[in-house]
């Protein structure tokens, strides 16, 4: 770890000496509260709903034991028993009583921590991959240039007032673990092609209100001109930013509207002009920096540790704690071990001042006195021997620190929201207690597998619900707290902003939500197998193989339409007493009814289901029977989609008749997908008009008479019109209308698929 030199001493107490005459004259009223806000928020003081909030550095989340049991002891002493870790690798102390601030950073300052530049327009704590130094994958670590980028940036004259706040992460990996896409500037260490020690430089990525991801503006930078490399790219957004808005003052904005080639031109211009000069970074100085980090005295030890091995296999809680919570190490014999602070239905990033000292205790008896804090809220050790971890397990578990769940579902990130926050529109430590019990028993844990569920109270994003596998938003809805979910997002290398599905919850409906989600995703992982194993097959061997893997919980749903009987006579062969349910709206042409009772009976057809509109819902929503005439959505869903959703309770798959063919809507239909909590199976999809004929007149199947007529298609009689010459076979269907399907085969409101699913 780096340790302070005298400067570094000398200006941490001067800054405790000068913060606490400006809250002695606080205090005394002799400075207006607007007056202390700019003061008390250079030394990371908020005000909070209820109270004063302290928000502590922890510089790329590195901590020594010592310093945790300090603050272990201000959480004692100070506050209510307990911090929060945050997801900038921070703490914050939810109650302290202003007059107690002076003392809390004159105690912070003994064991050379501070507050300084955790808020503000100013760069802010300068992240880093919590396995920094330890991990197998990484070409080299990326702490000691987090150090010099956090010692050049301490109090920059230049850039302590910038037109908004500017955060930096550094990733030492390709498998990014730092979320550098997310930041203002991230930064990758690489090794060039001399072996040299380079940067992949981003700029520009961002949550809040207007979520973006960092642009590559440099694919590598030499170690020596990396200093002035960032120091260019401040520079022209302290020139450029937007101080006129603060909604459009972040450097993403200036990405956005320059355009990433422009603000390229501007930084190699700017860097042009200053490389080479103070802000060179000469390899002795680098060397000195990195001397802090050196790794601790591994000792030799194999690579597979029996002491382990031998405990796990008569503790199955150890086992699976082994197993979750674990990380590769570079060191043989080593691994570094996630601590959560995720116990189920717990509240994400919080720990007493109990659990603190258990943590320094337990890395000071077994791993070097070194402890991490990760930007996902949790706590590491970063080395640790295996052969200790039977040991460091039960004093985890006697500690309540035992939970194995690193990246699971339950492994949720919420920032405080409403409950402290009050910049807050929702809370979100009570949803993420009832998510965490939802889906907290162990063994729906392992069946899930890696998923991320992220919440932030407001659209400040401090959860990083953006970056979510599922995501979820709280906001304001009359006075009422809603609640937005997203899909998709990922903050690693692969990066991607998640997509809002549907017009949200209530607080009382999110978590019944996301376990639809989250079946389904498991669903569309099912599906996707499915497809790749019957990709090519003929559609005689897709409905039989989808006939024997959901045997007796699968149906048949036809509209006994214009290409009905081919499918039906594929069933017919393989069983004939299979439920087909048949939707009757009350609209159907009589051509329909009639052509179905022909088919059933030519077929052998045993199992027919009629399904019809609920009668009641029919006489509230359509009593005259004219909904068509003025809104066909809601017609439809009348008549079609919950009358569809009822007929398929019992099922947990149906197989459909859409054809890829048919309409631009179906151009990219899969052989198996999901919809609604089910398999639904396509295996006409890849057929066209021409082989559904000649199928029908082989097999010597009557054809529906409104084809000759001039239906290719044929839904309910008011919202079907004869198609023309030249139009796609649906283009009769709701015409005049931006309306292209009934909607029982819309399925999800969104085909994103959650990466790991």
């Not at 200006?11 to 003061?39: A, M």
């Not at 430590?429 to 597998?449: M, N």
């Not at 401090?462 to 970056?467: E, K, N, P, S």
């Not at 000649?694 to 008011?718: D, T, W």
Request: net charge negative.
């Amino acid at each position: 770890m780096y340790r302070y030199d005298e400067f570094d001493a000398a200006f941490v107490r001067e800054r405790v000496t000068q913060f606490s005459d400006q809250v002695d004259r606080r205090l005394k009223g002799e400075i207006t509260e607007d007056e202390f806000r700019p003061l008390r928020l250079m030394n990371g003081v908020y005000l909070q709903l209820h109270a004063y909030m302290l928000r502590v550095a922890i510089p790329y989340g590195t901590l020594s034991s010592t310093q945790m049991r300090r603050l272990a002891h201000i959480a004692r002493t100070y506050d209510k028993d307990f911090g929060h870790f945050t997801t900038r690798q921070n703490i914050q102390f939810n109650w302290p009583a202003l007059k107690d601030v002076p003392a809390i950073l004159a105690e912070l300052a003994e064991v050379e921590m501070h507050a300084i530049q955790t808020s503000g327009n100013c760069i802010r704590n300068v992240t880093a991959d919590h396995f920094a130094g330890a991990a197998f994958d990484e070409a080299d670590d990326p702490r000691p240039y987090a150090e010099i980028l956090r010692q050049w940036s301490s109090l920059h004259p230049e850039f302590s007032f910038l037109p908004r706040k500017f955060k930096i992460a550094v990733t030492g990996a390709a498998h990014d673990r730092a979320a550098i896409r997310l930041h203002d500037i991230g930064l990758e260490v690489k090794r060039g092609d001399d072996r040299g020690i380079g940067f992949a430089v981003y700029v520009g990525g961002g949550q809040g209100r207007t979520p973006m991801l960092a642009r590559e503006i440099n694919a590598f930078v030499p170690e020596a001109d990396i200093l002035a490399y960032v120091d260019a790219i401040l520079r022209v957004y302290n020139l450029f930013g937007r101080r006129d808005n603060k909604y459009k003052a972040r450097i993403k904005i200036l990405v956005h509207e320059t355009g990433i080639d422009e603000l390229r031109r501007l930084v190699e211009e700017e860097f042009a002009q200053i490389r080479g000069g103070v802000l060179g970074l000469p390899a002795e100085e680098v060397e000195r920096i990195r001397a802090y980090f050196a790794p601790p005295p591994f000792e030799d030890r194999p690579a597979v540790s029996a002491k382990l091995d031998a405990a796990r296999a008569i503790n199955p809680t150890l086992d699976r704690f082994a197993r979750q919570n674990l990380h590769r190490h570079k060191a043989p014999g080593y691994t570094s071990l996630t601590i959560s602070l995720k116990p189920i239905g717990g509240i994400p990033g919080d720990a007493s001042a109990d659990q603190m000292d258990a943590v320094a205790d337990i890395a000071e008896k077994w791993a070097f006195s070194e402890i991490r804090v990760s930007h996902e809220q949790n706590l590491i050790l970063p080395h640790l021997a295996l052969d200790d971890l039977p040991e460091v397990y039960e004093a985890l578990a006697a500690a309540g620190l035992a939970t194995a769940n690193a990246g699971a579902i339950t492994d949720i990130i919420a920032c405080p929201g409403l409950d402290y926050c009050a910049l807050a529109n929702a809370r979100s430590i009570p949803l993420a207690s009832q998510l965490s019990e939802r889906f907290g028993a162990p063994a729906r844990q392992d069946e899930i597998g890696p998923l991320s569920i992220k919440i932030s109270g407001c659209i400040n994003a401090c959860g990083h619900h953006h970056v979510g596998h599922i995501g979820i938003l709280g906001v304001d809805r009359k006075g009422e707290e809603f609640y937005q979910i997203s899909l998709g997002g990922n903050p690693d290398e692969s990066a991607s902003i998640g997509e809002i599905i549907g017009p949200g919850f209530y607080a009382e409906g999110v978590v019944d939500a996301v376990e639809t989600i989250v079946d389904d995703q498991g669903l569309a992982a099912e599906a996707r197998l499915l497809s790749a194993r019957h990709e090519g097959e003929e559609a005689e061997a897709i409905v039989a193989a989808a006939l024997d893997v959901y045997a007796g919980k699968i149906a048949l749903v036809s509209s006994f339409g214009a290409d009905s009987a081919v499918l039906l006579a594929m069933v017919a062969d393989i069983d004939r007493s299979l439920p087909v349910i048949f939707l009757d709206t009350g609209k159907l042409f009589p051509a329909t009814v009639a052509y179905r009772d022909s088919l059933v009976d030519a077929l052998g057809l045993t199992g027919i289901v009629t399904q019809g509109p609920d009668a009641e819902d029919l006489a509230a929503t359509d009593p005259a029977g004219a909904l068509w005439m003025t809104d066909t959505d809601a017609c439809c869903d009348t008549r079609k989609v919950k009358p569809l959703a009822a007929a398929l309770q019992p099922f947990a798959a149906w197989i459909s008749g859409r054809k890829r063919y048919q309409a631009e809507t179906r151009a990219n239909l899969p052989l198996f997908e999901v919809a609604s909590g089910r398999i639904k199976v396509n295996p006409l999809l890849g057929w066209d008009r021409a082989r559904i004929e000649a199928y029908r007149q082989a097999r010597q199947l009557p054809p529906h008479p409104l084809v000759a007529e001039g239906y290719p298609s044929i839904g309910c009689l008011p919202c079907t019109d004869k198609v023309r010459p030249g139009e796609d076979e649906r283009a009769g269907r709701w015409r005049g209308k931006a309306k292209t399907e009934c909607g029982i085969h819309l399925g999800q409101p969104s085909g994103t698929v959650i990466p790991g699913i």
